[in-house]
């Protein structure tokens, strides 16, 4: 379909991998203080339409190249947008009003254990092997340690069952957009970025609208939140996830979510002075065994040794 070629993972795509969960891993945190000035849709409706006005104003000096090939994928390029912003910010935004953070955020992370056997079998490349594959499963156990028992524990809402699987719906979205994603023929990065967000917003706005009433005005203090969110967690990092997962694939790029809750605790370690009880170092030794192991091959050609 795409004529893709393996994927090539470079020192660039350690370090955009690196940025991206250091920028999500703060992301929940801004979410919550959002939420207590917006309601949900509308958070999400804000948060991708100041990423796309800001994505749009970059793809414009550049002429708005779309298209490298013949090939007019709009289908897809819609179904990306809905996969990746929109479905996913909505549902995210109303789950995590019924769960608890540590269930989110161990969903956020499941998203790496759904792309890796979608890969496998639609991402050229991008073999499902054991060693890969336990990788992922030790990795993902050191997001549960993290985490701790707080991810599983109820927290008393009604709607909780329809907030677990709001926020395990979003994961799949994630996984799902990021292969077909890797799948498009050639592409201008920057219109890759900004389509997904234009459709994204034609599909929130109305829905929000529909369900939440006209537009709120938020107080100065939340409309700062807002474009924060809409910037630089959206925005910005939504063009390094282009180029990680139309370079180095989306399989590496998934590694990202085993980064996310630990940048999270860490940071409240640092900024917030929360204690770093001894699952921290247990999480990270799993985690970065679980990276080691999965990404094997591609540190040894890194460093020359493969």
Known sequence: MTGQTAPEITARSWLMVLTLGLV??????????????????????????????????????????????????WGT???????????????????QQYVTSGFAGVSMAAVALMVLPLAHFFVPGERMHLRRAVGFAIGFVGVVVL???????????????????ACLSAAACYAVSSVTMRRLPPIDPIGLAAMPLIFGAAIVLPVAWAAEGPPPLPAPQTMAV?????????AGANLLRVLVIRSAGP???????????????????????????????????????????????????LFGRG
């Open 251 to 301: 399989v590496f790029m998934s590694l990202t979510n085993y980064q996310v809750p630990l940048w999270s605790v860490l940071l409240g370690v640092v900024f917030l002075g929360e204690p770093a009880g001894a699952s921290l170092l247990v999480a990270l030794v799993l985690i970065l065994a679980g990276v080691l192991l999965s990404q094997w091959g591609a540190l040894m050609r």
């Open 24 to 73: 999500w891993g703060a992301t929940f945190l801004v979410i919550e203080l959002a939420l207590a000035g917006v309601t949900p849709l509308w958070l999400a409706t804000f948060r991708i339409t100041f990423a796309m006005l800001l994505t749009l104003a970059i793809w414009g000096l550049r002429g708005f190249r779309l298209f490298l090939t013949d090939a007019r994928p």
């Open 77 to 95: 390029l819609a179904a990306i947008g809905a996969l990746s912003s929109a479905v996913p910010f909505m549902a995210l935004s109303w789950g």
């Open 226 to 234: 807002l474009a924060f969110l809409g910037l630089v967690p959206t």
């Open 147 to 165: 985490i701790g028992g707080q991810a599983f524990v109820s927290s008393g809402a009604v709607q909780e069952p329809l907030g677990r699987l």
